[in-house]
């Protein structure tokens, strides 16, 4: 045992000192039982990323609203659907860079500028005064944070074999409970001077910037995530080498890389699970902006003229549903059918259920609030068992040195898609509520009749010969 490494004798294994990636390997073979701390980070890194994504939404029509861009009130969801999907297209653009950057400087400086984006631009974005910084704060939130593909590389690296399938699911958890509970807290904490006049006078800075509550809350806690992420250990590999045997290494692994992207691109158990991925991605992410627009909505144009505190307790039952579903029910239906099973009959049951929702605007009072509320959980619990269900098919098509690249490639295809959603939702929903008297689909039935077709065709893809999976 000398000079820069030293082995194991058992599992001949080779380490090297001052290596992160070496040191977590050791620290993985000692500690074989359940990672419950390496759950909990994942879990709090993942959480931070996903509130600010959506948290937006219940408030967003009224913001729009005092923007004073739209002229007509129908213009509003058209307006907030650009705002809604900025966030994707910036996070488009970069995905595929921040992938590289991890695979070169390590996971964990993606992380932390990851978590550091939400806490400045997060907070930028509730400081609005206009249209335009409103979607430019959006933009750089998604540009400059790149963590979620590399943080399913990471929960990959972070965990035994053995517990390498608690890691990935802690992520789709918290990404799930992640795009209710932040909704939950916009609609809660948004307008605070309206809702709580005795606690926020309207010349307090919360009540002259009334979007900035929610807002501010996630950064607090995305900062405290930070913080806490520099403590967090590094699973990338840096050995030293000499100068000769290192540039020959960088070649060949650059060969290698090239060879391993393009076996990405022709492994069809992958593309089509991505492709699958992306069509229910767009659905969800086209939903929830439409749920949360059309409930603020007036009564006269096919909504439910509902406050952002009514559709925040809305959402909050649909998170506390879908945590109880995922823990409880999700692995026994998963167990028992299979992922593909699951995501097709979570499809199907959608169809029906969307198609409700027009007819569940005619009811009102406490009928209204019990049909609503189980709608909701229900939706909610359905697409993420199609969310879960995808996920894992993507992750078991390629082998684990192959996964922060086929991560890279689904999450630039799944932002494009993520950003058509609410641009064309919002665009639609505004399109349908100038359409109240039409003889075919009137007003907001439209709206539900697209978001149907969609997930028709995400249903009719989890079939042969389009997906195809090497192990379910």
């Not at 002229?71 to 900025?86: L, R, T």
């Not at 939400?118 to 944070?145: D, E, H, K, P, Q």
């Not at 916009?186 to 005795?198: D, V």
């Not at 039952?317 to 409880?328: K, R, V």
Request: proline share 5%; net charge neutral; hydrophobic share 45%.
């Amino acid at each position: 045992m000398g000079g820069n490494e030293f082995k194991k004798p058992l599992l001949n294994k080779l380490y090297y000192e001052g290596c992160p990636g070496c040191n977590l390997d050791q620290y993985k073979e000692l500690n074989t039982g359940l990672p419950i701390k390496e759950v909990l980070w994942i879990w709090t890194v993942m959480l931070c990323n996903a509130l600010p994504i959506s948290s937006l939404f219940p408030f967003l029509y009224f913001m729009i609203k005092d923007f004073h861009i739209a002229e007509d009130e129908e213009d509003i969801s058209y307006y907030a659907g650009f705002v809604g999907s900025s966030f994707m297209v910036g996070r488009a653009l970069t995905s595929v860079f921040w992938g590289v950057v991890a695979d070169r400087y390590g996971r964990k400086p993606v992380i932390i500028i990851g978590t550091s984006t939400v806490v400045i631009f997060n907070t930028l974005f509730g400081f609005s005064v206009n249209y335009w910084m409103a979607i430019i704060t959006r933009f750089l939130l998604g540009f400059l944070n790149g963590l979620l593909g590399p943080i399913k590389a990471y929960a990959c690296e972070l965990f035994r074999e053995e517990h390498q399938a608690l890691g990935l699911s802690s992520i789709s958890t918290s990404w799930g409970i992640g795009l209710i509970v932040g909704p939950a807290l916009g609609g809660f904490l948004a307008q605070p001077a309206e809702k709580f006049p005795s606690l926020v006078s309207p010349d307090s800075l919360f009540g002259r910037f009334p979007y900035l509550l929610p807002c501010l809350c996630i950064s607090i806690f995305a900062l405290v995530v930070t913080i806490g992420a520099i403590w967090l250990p590094e699973t990338l590999h840096f050995h030293k080498k000499d100068e000769l045997e290192s540039a020959t290494h960088d070649a060949m692994e650059k060969k290698d890389e090239e060879n391993s992207l393009l076996s990405l691109f022709k492994n069809w158990p992958l593309m089509s699970s991505i492709i699958v991925y992306c069509v229910f991605s767009l659905h969800d992410m086209a939903y929830s902006e439409i749920f949360s627009l059309w409930a603020v909505s007036p009564r006269s144009l096919g909504g439910l003229s509902y406050t952002t505190q009514e559709v925040g307790t809305v959402l909050s039952i649909a998170g506390l549903g879908l945590l109880i579903f995922q823990t409880s029910l999700y692995p026994i239906f998963e167990k028992m059918m299979g992922p593909i099973m699951v995501a097709r009959i979570a499809g199907v049951l959608s169809i029906p259920l969307l198609s409700t929702y027009p007819y569940i605007a005619m009811l009102s009072g406490l009928t209204l609030a019990l049909v609503l509320n189980f709608a909701s959980v229900l939706k909610n619990v359905l697409s993420v068992s199609i969310i879960t269900g995808t996920f894992m098919l993507q992750n078991a098509a390629v082998d684990q040195r192959q996964r922060g690249a086929a991560n890279g490639i689904s999450m630039t295809l799944q932002s494009i898609c993520k950003a058509i959603g609410p641009a064309c939702g919002g665009a639609l929903l505004s399109w349908s509520q100038r359409r109240q008297n039409a003889a075919f689909l009137p007003g907001d039935q439209m709206i539900f009749f697209f978001l149907n077709v969609i997930e028709g065709i995400g249903v009719l893809l989890t079939f042969k010969p389009f997906l195809i999976s090497n192990h379910y």
